[in-house]
């Protein structure tokens, strides 16, 4: 079961660009759970459910927001995730249930931590108090606003004490991480110029043994300051994609000589049945050709500012950019 997390701090005029990377990330990586922090949002519809996850099968769980800085969400696929047990408080949601294929229970907890350090260690204590409660295994995720070492912050203030205290709900609560890939921080600041480890997937030791060859991924943060995190545990293949037509298609100019050529070359010597039925396939195979080579052109346009991004981020972690490379990777 692939799990996954994203703070998206708020949505704001992007709220569609968010649930669109959502969906698109929960279908890419087969996600089962995916857990949401600082929706900002005081009221959650079903409509707004499913632009996030466009499946019937999902069932929810949510926190609603007390400020303009918390509000979670946490989301599944009830057919592969039973759930029987929901803890909701303003700072974690927990669920808790049976998947197929595991014997006893997995709980999974969707953590959004205060920036008030007093608040956030009572947290750590109320969040020890779920993992003594229950037996089965126990997933903790989300944004813990604090980090372990060091060498978690670039160029922000490191708090000794703080990290003290989040280091030691980690040991009491017998949780472990894996090495995560994709990079070394999950949240910049907007400019640029601050890093740190804030976006976690802890597991116990118990999950860790079950899945010892699970992969922690931090994933382009796209339009977000935070990166999402995506914990594979399974992979499937479903087959080939169907084929889709979108209307947004029909604002692009060279479809419309897609189809007039197509239909040009309609040759008519059968009945007026076999007529349609062959046009119908030529022009959609004809469709399909025309995307497949605009999307190359888009996915190499992609590709391009992906990997700008990801260098001036990746130059940003050891050394302060330019006013100049601010700019592109803003624009990138």
């Known amino acids: 079961m692939n799990i996954a997390t994203t703070n998206i701090r708020g949505t704001g005029r992007s709220s569609e660009a968010k649930a669109s990377m959502i969906r698109r990330l929960i279908k890419e990586y087969n996600v089962a759970f995916y857990a949401i922090q600082e929706t900002q949002l005081s009221s959650i519809s079903d409509a707004q459910i499913s632009r996030l996850w466009n499946n019937s099968s999902v069932d929810h769980a949510i926190a609603d927001a007390a400020g303009r800085s918390s509000g979670l ?35 999974i ?8 350090e007093c608040k956030r260690k009572q947290l750590w204590s109320e969040l020890l108090e779920v ?23 670039l160029n922000s203030v490191f ?22 890939g994709g990079a070394k921080f999950t949240y910049i600041t907007p400019d640029g110029s601050k890093h740190s480890k804030l976006d976690r997937i802890f597991v116990c ?18 339009k977000l300051d935070h990166r999402p995190l995506i914990l594979q545990v399974s992979s ?9 037509f979108f209307n947004t ?7 419309a000589d897609v189809v007039k050529l ?19 396939k030529r022009l959609k195979e004809n469709i399909k050709e025309w995307r497949r080579k605009k999307k190359e052109v888009e996915d190499k346009l992609i590709v391009e500012a992906k990997e700008l991004a990801k260098n001036l981020e990746l130059k940003a972690e050891s050394g302060t950019l330019s006013e100049e490379e601010k700019k592109k990777r803003f624009e990138a």
């Open 205 to 222: 030791d118990g999950f860790m043994d079950t899945w010892p060859n699970a992969s922690l991924t931090a994933l382009p943060r796209e």
């Open 131 to 153: 993992r003594e409660a229950f037996e089965g295994l126990f997933v903790f995720l989300g944004d813990f606003n604090e980090v372990r070492v060091q060498e978690d912050r």
């Open 262 to 280: 197509t239909m040009s070359q309609i040759v008519q010597f059968h009945t007026q049945g076999l007529i349609l039925a062959g046009c119908l």
């Open 249 to 255: 298609w029909l604002q692009e100019p060279e479809l």
């Open 236 to 244: 499937g293949n479903f087959g080939p994609i169907p084929f889709r």
């Open 73 to 107: 969400i946490s989301l599944w696929n009830s057919a592969i995730f039973q759930v029987n047990l929901r803890i909701i408080k303003q700072h974690f949601i927990v669920v808790g249930g049976k998947i197929s294929g595991l014997d006893g229970d997995l709980f």
């Open 109 to 116: 907890v969707n953590v959004y931590a205060p920036n008030d």
């Open 159 to 180: 708090n000794p004490n703080n990290a003290l205290a989040f280091n030691n709900f980690i040991r009491l609560a017998g949780l472990s991480e894996y090495n995560m």
